[in-house]
């Protein structure tokens, strides 16, 4: 079994900073590209960065510049540091990774439970 636990969140005025923080746990045979999404009351669920597992980072237009994405494999855990936090960001975030068990031949996307990011003006 594995599981992602993500945690960071909070509430933050604008301007301010809050990292993120998820890690990836049980039978794991490896881990391809992690990731945070976020989803806004009365939104669809919307990327906002990835990183593979050499270290190619992509990120959504919005937090470019503002937003980094980090990992260490080594604990199996993947980083959000957030800037200059805008009311816009508000949002539950999520992880998810690409992950192979050791029981398996394939790889399967795993999701955390999400963490609350609360900006405000």
């Known amino acids: 079994q594995v599981q992602l636990v993500d945690a960071g969140g909070g509430l933050v005025q604008a301007g301010g900073s809050l990292r993120l923080s998820c890690a990836a746990s049980?039978?794991?045979?490896?881990?391809?590209?992690m990731g945070w999404y976020r989803q806004a009351p009365g939104k669809q669920r919307e990327l906002v960065a990835t990183?593979?597992?050499?270290?190619?980072?992509n990120y959504a237009d919005a937090v470019k510049g503002r937003f980094t994405i980090s990992r260490e494999n080594a604990k199996n855990t993947v980083y959000l540091q957030m800037n200059s936090l805008k009311p816009e960001d508000t949002a539950v975030y999520y992880c998810?990774?690409?992950?192979?068990?050791?029981?398996?031949?394939?790889?399967?996307?795993?999701w955390g439970q999400g963490t609350q990011v609360t900006v405000s003006s």
């Open positions: 049980g039978n794991i045979g490896s881990i391809n590209a």
């Open positions: 990183v593979s597992s050499s270290g190619s980072t």
């Open positions: 998810k990774a690409g992950i192979r068990t050791y029981s398996s031949a394939r790889f399967y996307d795993y």
